[in-house]
Each structure stands twice: as C-alpha cells, then as structure tokens.
C-alpha cells in the first residue's frame, strides 16, 4: 500500500508555504506575537479563503471535507512558518468534536469554523495530567472548578470543556461565572489560558446533555496527531535554518559547513526526522480509515516527536552557536514553539504511559 501523499495534497503543502512565506514571514509572525491576543484577523480570513480553517468542515457545511492527514499537513506548514494562528483548535479539535454533536449543533457551528467567523477554544488538558487544583466537575447543571492550558484562548468566543471522556461543554466567553486569564508561557505565537468556573452554566452540551462515548478519546487523539505535524513543521524550518547558517557563516577562513563535526550534527538532525515522517502520515491515516488504531497511534506519534523535536530544535540552536539563543535571531521562534508543543496534551513520560495502559492493560 502506497502511503505517500496525493499530488492534491502536495499542492496543498506548497499553496499554503507560499502563502505564508508572502504574508507572515519572521518579522511579521513577531508583530502578531507581541500583540494581546497573537491573532491576525487579515491572516486568518486569508487561511479560511485558502480552505484551511475549515479544513475538517464536511463539504455540506461549507468546508473542505477533507481528512486528518491533510489537516495535518496543514498543520505541519503552519509550525514550519511559527504562524500565529488559531488552527488546533478552531479548525481541528471543534469540527472532530462537533462531529458527534447534534444537527442543530453542527448547523450553528460548522458553517461559521469554515467562513473563518467562529473561534473556538479547547480545554481537555485536565484529562491528561491531574492536578489537586483543578479539574472540572457537574455540580447540579453547573461548572465549577478550573482549567489549565485551554488552547487558542487568545480570541476565542467561545469554548470545548471536556468534563470527562464522555461529556464536553460548550462554554461562551462571556458566560455568567466565567473567568479567564491568559496565561504566559515560552511561546508567544500562541496563547494558552485558565479558565475558573464558579456556578458556570453551559449553552450546550456536544450530541446532547449525557454527551457521546468516547468523544473526548476522539479529540485528545486529533490534538496529538496535530502537535506532532506542528512539531514536524517546526523542525524541517529548524533544519533548514542550521543548514543555511553552516553554508554562510566562516571560521578559521572557511565556512562552517566543511567542517565534520557540524556535518555530523546536521545529518542526525535529519536522521532522526525523516523516519519519523511516515508514523504521523499513518498515524493520521488510521484517524479516519482505522480508528480503532488511532488513540494508540497519536499516543506513539506525540511522544516520539516530542522527544525528537527536542534533540533537533537544540542541535540546529548549536550550530548556529551563540546567536541561536538570542531573541534577535530568528530560530528561538522555533525553539520556543516546540517547547510548548512538547507539554500540551501531554508530555513523552505520560504519553508513554498512557499507551502502556491501553495497549496492555
């Protein structure tokens, strides 16, 4: 069987770095970054014009239609461009929730993620690390309790709570008993948040108020397989960049490049990647054709590129030497990214473990 991409989703790739490449090179990704919310409403409209917000939108609802492999090549572009843009959750984790929930829910909701007009935030982080001060709870109809690390908060109207495995809320920003607080982390390209719920009554629950086997099984498996295509992004720009610099910069009256041990740091870089490659191509490929494979997959996915991502962000910041640790050069944008990328839905150490767990009992 022929796991390679489809010439559509190769155009797809390439449309979507060019476009980027043109409208949110390095110096623009750090205006977006600096400002509140690291949202550019121009930027995201271009996305939703490209087809890429609503990527996941079934084609009755206005969108693509299309499949979680190509959401993650989407995916993988956005973190090779450090995009500050609001993709994992508005345009991955909504509409794979959402595709559970009723008729009325996926009319309301849908058509708006694939126009570009509908933010979501997502918070299911408790589901995979417990914590003694957090963690949310029904309390006669009623949310209490907080949330760490809600994703794409920044502009987010509205939110997915995942009470338990069963039950997500649909939570509006604004809703009575209701805090928010950004939340600052080593990434500014995105923004993360806490959300305290004090007697919070939600709009809606997703497929109705008993909610849907298995749902939030469903999203945590989409959110990894989307981080490790983040990842994967982040670390083919990461490469490039070391490559690039070891080309161009001179010591001793020769450049860098010729020396063997800066070959050696690049060709385990891209060692360790490119093998890599074809578990989240299938990882994503079991999230529609062999979901039952899917949640151990992206447990597998997530952990490993964690784990890689990691060894290349550093390497490709020790070929550039010290200029790589400064904020003045561009790399620490990368670096910074797959930092985060590396905690959210999970580390290596608790994925792993998760996996043991449903693998083996």
């Not at 607080?181 to 948040?193: C, E, Q, Y």
Request: aromatic share 6%; glycine share 10%.
């Amino acid at each position: 069987m022929d796991f390679g991409l489809t010439d559509e989703q190769k155009l797809l790739e390439q449309t979507l770095r060019r476009l980027l490449g043109e409208v949110a090179p390095p110096l623009r990704v750090r205006e977006i970054m600096n400002g509140e919310t690291a949202h550019d409403p121009k930027l995201w409209a271009q996305l939703a014009e490209l087809g890429v917000a609503g990527i996941l939108v079934p084609e009755a609802q206005g969108g693509g239609g299309l499949q979680m492999l190509d959401a993650a090549l989407a995916m993988q572009s956005l973190g090779h461009g450090a995009t500050p843009a609001p993709f994992l959750a508005t345009s991955v984790l909504a509409p794979v929730a959402l595709a559970a929930g009723t008729p009325a829910q996926q009319g309301e909701w849908l058509p708006r993620i694939a126009a570009g007009d509908a933010l979501l935030g997502v918070a299911a982080s408790e589901l995979v690390c417990k914590r003694a001060d957090a963690g949310v709870r029904v309390e006669s109809g009623r949310l209490q309790g907080k949330a760490y690390f809600v994703l794409d908060a920044g502009v987010a109207q509205a939110f997915l709570v995942a009470v338990d495995r069963d039950r997500i809320a649909l939570v509006p920003r604004d809703a009575a008993g209701l805090g928010v607080t950004l939340l600052t982390t080593i990434d500014r390209t995105r923004r993360v948040a806490e959300l305290v719920f004090e007697g919070t009554t939600p709009a809606e629950w997703i497929g109705g108020r008993d909610g849907v086997p298995g749902i939030a099984n469903r999203l945590l498996a989409a959110g990894r397989i989307a981080l490790a295509a983040d990842i994967l992004g982040a670390c083919e720009r990461a490469v490039e960049m070391a490559v690039a610099y070891a080309k161009q910069r001179e010591q001793f009256g020769r450049t860098i490049a010729t020396f063997q041990a800066v070959k050696h740091l690049c060709a385990e870089m891209v060692a360790e990647l490119e093998p890599a490659r074809s578990l989240l191509w299938y990882a994503a490929y079991a999230f529609d054709e062999r979901p039952e494979e899917a949640p151990l997959l992206a447990l597998h996915a997530k952990a490993h590129f964690a784990e890689i991502g990691t060894f290349i962000v550093r390497t490709a910041t020790e070929v550039h030497g010290g200029i790589g640790f400064t904020d003045a050069y561009d790399l620490q944008l990368w670096f910074k990214r797959v930092g985060l990328d590396r905690q959210l839905l999970g580390t290596p150490e608790l994925l792993r473990a998760e996996a043991a767990t449903l693998q083996f009992g």
